[in-house]
């Protein structure tokens, strides 16, 4: 699985997508796809305001449950309606399945995450 230049990481396996001005898509990497397994239910709690590193989702496996976990202080734009109708399409491609659009509510600090280097030599160990 290719992870790409473009994408911004964090330690909790989200990546994001620049798309304008402090606004981002976002999404969980290959390494957290492949470790919670099939992933069969995503439930994504519309929000006025999301807090960093607070939970603002479930994501359900056939092996686990786990919170989507929020990359930064913002507020949820769109939900991805198509993934959360058939969460199954994030077990492919789960780098081009995007869950939600959010705004991130302060200047974007892009030294807060992880460059695609910086997250491949975290997950190899």
Do not use: A, E, T
């Given at each position: 699985m290719d992870y790409s230049d473009k994408f911004f990481y964090t330690k909790e396996h989200v990546w994001l997508?620049?798309?304008s001005d402090n606004k981002y898509q976002i999404g969980i990497t290959n390494f957290a796809q492949d470790l919670l397994?099939?992933?069969v239910f995503i439930d994504i709690k519309p929000s006025e305001i999301i807090l960093e590193n607070q939970p603002m989702g479930v994501i359900e496996s056939v092996k686990t449950a786990s919170d989507f976990i929020s990359p930064a202080d913002?507020?949820?734009?769109?939900?991805?309606?198509?993934l959360i109708k058939m969460p199954e399409l994030i077990n492919d491609r789960p780098h081009e399945s995007w869950i939600c659009e959010i705004l991130i509510i302060e200047t974007f600090n892009k030294n807060c995450f992880l460059s695609k280097a910086e997250y491949l030599d975290q997950i190899k160990n």
């Open positions: 997508k620049f798309l397994g099939d992933i913002g507020k949820i734009l769109n939900i991805n309606h198509d």
